[in-house]
């Protein structure tokens, strides 16, 4: 669990390396529906074009037929569920054995996210911090000016954070009743993620496959 832009991509690509847990995203599984153009994927587009939300019964049916295709393996959620709604079916089916949250301060979010822009016709994403272009303003292929997508301006991602917090403030305290959530505190993946393997590897005693470095 964490905010968007917090980094959770980042650290559960390292917690699959070092602890051999397969990543499972609800939002690829979706987005892969839409790409091949399945039944589903056409509802889903509808849907997403709509501006709403995919109902969480289709989301938990879709992980579920995923999840059925990988018995045997080790799992982990990046990023879902994303509500107790979503998280009371999660329960249903399937136990939760622990529950990492990444606390990031807003500051550093909208620091992070509101440096990104893109060139529109080909997708590409520049980081004026961490992968700026060559010229500032303009793509480094065309020349053409870059634009910043409207996920990516401050008051977007000020609502963004906001529903976050009130969707996810329920799912905190439901998993700390249960003593199954760890809450990580930090600004940079490279300080949070050794806190999260010695977490993993002393408390949860989870032995590691490869080092994180």
Request: glycine share 8%.
């Amino acid at each position: 669990m964490g905010p968007p832009g917090g980094g959770k991509g980042t650290l559960a690509k390292r917690i699959s390396k070092c602890f051999g847990y397969e990543i499972l995203s609800t939002g690829d599984l979706i987005r892969s529906q839409i790409q091949n153009k399945t039944e589903l994927g056409l509802k889903f587009e509808s849907i997403v074009n709509a501006g709403e939300l995919v109902p969480a019964q289709i989301v938990q049916d879709l992980l579920s037929a995923e999840l059925e295709t990988r018995k045997g393996q080790k799992w982990m959620l990046d990023g879902y569920p994303r509500n107790m709604e979503q998280a009371n079916l999660l329960a249903k089916d399937y136990n939760i054995d622990f529950v990492i949250n990444i606390d990031v301060p807003q500051a550093t979010i909208l620091e992070r996210l509101t440096a990104r822009w893109c060139h529109m016709p080909s997708g590409r994403i520049y980081h004026l911090e961490f992968s700026p272009p060559k010229e500032a303003g303009k793509d480094d292929a065309t020349g053409e000016p870059l634009e910043q997508r409207e996920d990516d301006k401050p008051d977007t991602i000020k609502n963004r954070l906001a529903l976050y917090e009130e969707a996810t403030k329920p799912l905190i305290d439901h998993y700390s009743a249960q003593n199954i959530l760890t809450t990580f505190t930090g600004t940079e993946s490279d300080v949070i993620y050794p806190m999260i393997h010695d977490h993993m590897e002393k408390t949860l005693e989870i032995p590691a496959i490869a080092t994180w470095e």
